[in-house]
């Protein structure tokens, strides 16, 4: 494994939990890392260049939304997702698994794949393994999710273990496929990407055991603890990955997909998850909500219309250092879009700031320390 | 007159066109200028130090939409609208006369002023040429407009000459409060505002000098051309320009208000106006409209889905420098706010550029030949 390609370094742990580096090609991205959601080409309301100030070493592509416009084939004919964007950090994208179950019409499943029509159009589709991991290569990802089949967790016990199965299968032919495409059409991103497998399994321990197992058979660059975070509470979550995560491989970074609020994610490095995503701060940015370390504040709320103070006292982010409350309240209550501009700017950098906290607290042995501290504090 | 407060010098002509500056307490104004429009206390989509660095030297505020929200006496308490909006550079406030007749509900007119119900709550409000002032003083503005009546250039002429008749009244009520809030409430903004007045009368040479006459009297900073880009056409608007701009004196800025398009600035810098002010370089971003030296294109439109070159070729703006049309069609269809952000940029840089060719085209003495190029490229 070349460092051109993907090498995970763990610098220091705490308990379980680990902070390091993934180098790849086009950057470095420290763990334990937050990825802002660029879902369709852009972290929504962000230039490019400011969601690199606020820290973020990388972040994440829907293959859902990119394959329905401006279309796989067509962002590669412009260049690729980085370019097309103008991202020139690493890159994740999502295997459309998910979304295409949450988002699409008419979905239907089949040991083939998920045939569905566009939400954008009604238009009909099919996403194999194959395809999605043909539209993520397109795209030009760094790192590559495999292909898996979701069900709530409240979902019946066969249903579970035929969806864990199945996703184990779905797995197998992703890793084909990436293979086969670095082969044949990889081209300029011939051997560049990485691939992830996702455990799934619920919140039961043996089916995220065989889950596990049936991955690490197929071998992946980095393994997902996929299926959480879908409704079943923090403490049923907290529960699954306390088993979970250490059925993962040690030396391989361990991401756990759509968390989280700021303290799920505390809580999940303290079991040894090293990389995240989630839309919160950035919708949370367009609907009037600041992340702060006392906790969440609602802008539109009348009372800060004339409060002086910035979004977070002491933060340093741009829309911190120069604008108050009082304003952005006006902004949101407006409609403006400077209001969606600064918010989202903001949430981001306290989001980046959370994760280099935690990277300092357990390179310096005091991560308890640290998470007992801001965990006291917000609310 | 110190230039602490307003000192315009007039630096070069070229025919009876001129180019200058505008040196104010809080920066110096470049003329011929354009000033976005900073409506509700933000130029849509931008952060103020992107508006700035587009080469905007001063921008608009609206009093009608500040005063009823957030409200001119809250924008006082919150340090003015310079610290509330963080602006550091002149703002240009107009009078709320204008939009109180196109915004609000149940305008009433009268010889005290215009009553009306806001548009945003349906609270009552009375609007008098000692409140116009008053609000603009309390918002901080560093150019005052005086409040005055407006009728559509196709009244009947009794209608035409009553208001312009009025609007002189209003004239000289407003430089009596202006100068009353100096003596007696300017505490930190005493003596650092202008006033201009407005010049009124519709296409009509005879109500034009009459107006003009009776502002000069009364005497201000500067003069504004009232009442036209109001549906006449560019032809009626550039021939009532001909005789109606250089009524007004030619030692101090001459304002044409709410224009315009390219070609209109083109044809009213000709005609001897030294600043302008217009919605459409902010809407036309949010709409997908951007301004090119070939005319405006719509990015929405198909054939730029896989076009790659940036919205104008040549031009050295943010959004030019780094991204593709074909990107900015698919924000743009996709709805994201970065669309609009990376539109409304492009066009404030395109008007600041063209802004930037007539000055110096007049401080070259080819003013004419620059207009002919381009508008014989513009279409």
Known sequence: MSIERFAFTIAATDGVARTGTI?????????????????????????????????ADIILGNTYHLMLRPGAERVARLGGLHHFMGWDRPILTDSGG?????????????????????????????????????????????????????????????EQVAAMERSMRWA??????????????????AGKAALFGIQQGGLDQGLREASADALTEIGFDGYAVGGLAVGEGQGA?????????????ADRPRYLMGVGKPDDIIEAVRRGIDMFDCVLPTRSGRTGQAFTADGPLNLRNARFAEDREPLEPGCPCPACSRFERAYVHHLVKSGEILGAMLMTEHNLWFYQRLMEGLRDAIAEGRLQAFAGEFLGRYR
């Not at 790849?24 to 230039?47: I, S």
């Open 98 to 158: 998910y979304q295409v179950m949450s988002l699409a019409d008419l979905t239907k499943v089949s040991e083939q794949g998920v045939s569905f029509k566009s939400h954008l159009d009604g238009s009909a589709h099919l996403l194999t393994p194959e395809r999605s991991i043909e539209v993520q290569r397109l795209l030009g990802a760094d790192i590559v999710m495999a292909f898996d089949q979701l069900v709530p967790t409240t979902s019946g016990r066969a």
């Open 23 to 55: 180098a790849m090609g086009r950057g470095v991205v420290r763990t334990p890392a937050f990825m802002p959601l660029g879902t369709a080409g852009t972290v929504k309301a962000m230039k490019p260049g400011d969601v690199a100030a606020s820290g």
């Open 172 to 189: 197998k032919r992703s890793r084909d496929a990436f293979d086969a495409f670095d082969g044949a059409k990889g081209g300029e991103h």
């Open 237 to 249: 979550m907290l529960g699954c990955l306390d088993f979970a995560a250490g059925m993962l491989p």
